[in-house]
């Protein structure tokens, strides 16, 4: 079934029912490998508010939640490569372990730009939790990503926050764009 956000088309390409199962895994790694500590998750807006929150729900270890926001398509399909930098964190990360959980890892430029620029910080600590992974797009290696919800193609997609011209976050799968 195509649905139409703006002026493209999309089918299904991963569902509901697919993400929550996954976020629950992902979340009971999670678990099992911050036992006896209290990570700090950092959303990395718009795109990942469903997926954090989500895993927030599944985490049953303590701990702490803060967000950061970053942009690099700009309403577009293709990212831009100029990354917009639009909300710093708040709170102290020193000595922290930080979890950067994204909605995509497509080039990579983002979470490199990102990881960098916490480093200097010196967290105790920086793994990467990631909803949607594209190896095929990927330009380096992102050493720091740890927790995978899916591989797709190199092909664009939509919902569970993702968006095309800031429409369609509020799709509850995943879908890809039709030619």
């Known amino acids: 079934m195509k649905t139409n956000i703006a002026d493209l088309y999309f089918e299904p390409l991963i569902g509901a029912e697919a993400i929550d199962k996954r976020t629950t895994e992902i979340a009971k790694q999670i678990n099992a490998d911050y036992k006896d500590r209290t990570p700090v998750l950092?959303?990395?807006?718009?795109?990942?508010?469903?997926?954090?929150?989500?895993?927030?729900?599944?985490?049953?270890?303590?701990?702490?939640?803060?967000?950061?926001?970053?942009?690099?398509?700009?309403?577009?399909?293709?990212?831009?490569r100029k990354i917009r930098d639009d909300f710093d964190l708040t709170i102290n990360i020193k000595g922290r372990d930080i979890i950067l959980v994204e909605d995509i890892v497509d080039t990579g430029n983002t979470i490199h730009y990102l990881i960098d620029k916490l480093k200097v910080?010196?967290?105790?600590?920086?793994t990467v939790c990631t909803l949607l992974l594209k190896p095929k797009a990927l330009e380096s290696?992102?050493?720091?990503?740890?927790?995978?919800?899916?591989?797709i193609e190199n092909e664009f997609v939509v919902g569970y926050g993702l968006d095309y011209k800031e429409l369609g976050r509020n799709l509850k799968g995943i879908y890809k764009k039709v030619s």
């Not at 910080?121 to 920086?126: F, V």
């Open 42 to 80: 950092v959303g990395v807006l718009n795109g990942s508010f469903l997926f954090t929150a989500d895993l927030i729900k599944n985490i049953e270890i303590p701990v702490e939640v803060t967000f950061t926001k970053l942009a690099s398509y700009y309403g577009g399909t293709s990212t831009t």
């Open 141 to 151: 290696a992102v050493p720091e990503l740890k927790y995978i919800g899916f591989e």
């Open 121 to 126: 910080r010196e967290p105790a600590s920086i």
